[in-house]
Structures are given as structure tokens and as C-alpha cells.
């Protein structure tokens, strides 16, 4: 499927195995410059590098971690964090 004309990707994605990190990430690098990725995952790139080159941190609030919006889950808070496709360029390895 061709993300490439989404604006916001959001995915609970906490207890996702690394292969669907992996995918998913993936996935990022097809979005447009100025879309955005809210995850529960405090690095993106982790499983695919690559995507790290073309996001950057959107910042939300004052406080650190500027990108993270707490959440109450049913186990305890927890963090969303957001980030922003900040470069035109491809992916390398994509």
C-alpha cells in the first residue's frame, strides 16, 4: 500500500515485534516532507536507520522529552512521541 499521501501515522506500538518495527519504519520513508508519526517508541529509526535521516523530533511542549504527550494506559502512563518527515530526499536501503 502507498502511504505517500498520508499526513499523520499514529500506531500503539509498544509491544510490536522488531520485524514490525522494521516494516512499519519502512513504511515511514514513503511519507511527504511535513507528515507525521506519533509512536510509543522514544527513538524512530531503531529498526530501519534510514528513517532517523529523514525525521526530526516535533516538538509539543517545554517540558523533556519535547516530542512526548503523556498518556494514561490501563497498565500506568505511558508516552506518545511525534515526529516530523523533515527531508525530501530518499531513504537509502528503501
Not at 9 to 14: K, T
Not at 67 to 82: K, R, V
Request: hydrophobic share 45%; proline share 6%.
Amino acid at each position: 500500500e502507498d502511504w505517500s499521501g498520508a499526513s499523520i501515522v499514529f500506531a500503539m506500538s509498544i509491544c510490536f515485534p522488531d520485524d514490525l518495527l522494521e516494516a512499519l519504519e519502512r513504511k515511514f520513508v514513503e511519507l511527504r516532507p511535513g507528515a507525521r508519526v506519533v509512536i510509543m517508541h522514544s527513538v524512530l529509526g531503531e529498526a530501519f536507520p534510514a528513517a532517523a535521516e529523514l525525521f526530526e523530533p516535533l516538538q509539543l511542549r517545554s517540558e523533556e522529552p519535547q516530542n512526548a504527550i503523556p498518556i494514561e494506559m490501563s497498565y500506568g502512563e505511558a508516552q506518545l512521541y511525534a515526529w516530523e518527515r523533515t527531508s525530501a530526499r530518499a531513504a537509502v536501503g528503501h
